[in-house]
């Protein structure tokens, strides 16, 4: 386990897997690294992705400050970015993914960013960081794609970077 200081003083818990483009896994509210399904999205990505998982602050690792602020969470996934180079592809599941659009939205440097509506080892359906195509009436991305297929999409997205 590796570790960054958020700019609040608090201290977050990491791993590391892979080598490649930097993918930030951001998990729903009750998971963290030792409970959840990032661990073995993680493993399944590394041989494309540089993957860091990491403890949601109060979590697992994670230390926690308070008073509790979704700003401090969004300084935490900074942080973890900048560990991972100073840019990163974010994924993130339930209110993880809120978090990842939330950071981007607040200009955390953030490549593509993308959500899962539920377990990412099941199929879910996705939606890209911003929904200008949908406005347009064109084809959603990567719709109902199990681990496998978002492997690939992963994959094909950083190719394409």
Known sequence: MATVRSKD???IG??????????????????????????????MLAPSFTVITYDRRGRGESTDTLPYAVER???DLAAVID?????????????????????????????????CD?????????????????????RRPATRLGGEGRRRTAQRRASAA
């Open 9 to 11: 003083g608090t201290t």
């Open 83 to 115: 560990a991972a180079g100073g840019s990163a592809f974010v994924e993130g599941f339930s209110s993880g993914a809120v978090l990842g659009l939330y950071a981007a939205g607040q200009g955390v440097p953030i490549t593509h960013g993308d959500h």
């Open 14 to 43: 990491y791993d590391q897997v892979g080598h490649g483009p930097a993918l930030v896994l951001v998990d729903a509210a009750g998971g963290y690294r030792g409970f959840g399904p990032m661990g073995a999205l993680a493993e």
């Open 73 to 75: 969470e969004v300084e």
């Open 118 to 138: 539920r377990d990412p080892g099941t199929t879910a359906r996705h939606r890209r960081t911003g929904t200008g195509h949908q406005q347009r009436g064109e």
